[in-house]
């Protein structure tokens, strides 16, 4: 049970709006910047974001198909602002993962809740 589209919209027009400002600094989410694939304009879209061995972990709440995942997995790369800290991110691919194992235990009993299990693995760009 993926979130909604309704709950998807109401958040690119609210909530998104709303955490924008901190996404990038607090613990356990970041912002996402890609390029739209079509329009090429410049997006950010926060999310909930996780450190993995070789870089990082984003819980895909709103599934695989969500408009950003598809920019980021047609670039092959993006970059992620958490912790005040700016990351080259590459070779994006998207993990099913029933074990929810990449997060923390807090974390993985919410998106157990709502059968969140699709995750976008990102390795760090290597300077």
Not at 99 to 119: C, K, W, Y
Request: hydrophobic letters at 40%.
């Amino acid at each position: 049970m993926v979130l909604s589209p309704r709950v998807a919209r109401f958040n690119r027009l609210v909530t998104n709006r709303i955490t924008l400002p901190v996404a990038g600094w607090l613990p356990g989410f970041g912002l996402v910047h890609h390029v739209g694939r079509r329009s090429g304009h410049a997006y950010r879209t926060p999310v909930n974001v996780f450190r993995s061995p070789g870089g990082y972990v984003v819980a895909l709440t709103y599934g695989r198909d969500a408009d950003w995942v598809k920019n980021v997995l047609a670039a092959g790369h993006c970059e992620l602002v958490t912790r005040r800290r700016t990351h080259a991110l590459t070779d994006p691919q998207v993990v099913r993962d029933g074990t929810r194992a990449g997060v923390p235990f807090v974390v993985r009993q919410i998106l157990e809740a709502n059968d969140v299990s699709d995750f976008l693995h990102l390795g760090e760009r290597q300077p």
